[in-house]
């Protein structure tokens, strides 16, 4: 099924109008929830490794990781991206 609209300039002005606020706060939204760290289960699922192998990567020298101040492990996205493309820190 189709829908086609006709939209005068008032109707196309007042709808931006509506639409801008929504739009602004998703993509704030978007950008809060966005960060360049990643949990071991995070790279995990974006390498399509086992935990333990991104453990083992890390263990190695292979993949960069710092510790947060519970000792939990994160790794920066750029890190990880030079790790898929084969370049070790």
Known sequence: MELTMHLDEVEIETLAHELAPMIAAELENDRQSTSPWMDVAA??????????????????????????????????IDDVEAFIRGRTP
């Open 43 to 76: 790279v995990a699922k974006y390498t399509g490794m086992t935990e333990q192998a991104v453990r083992d990567a890390k263990k190695r020298g292979h993949l960069r990781a710092c510790r947060t101040s519970t000792g939990r492990l994160r790794f920066h």
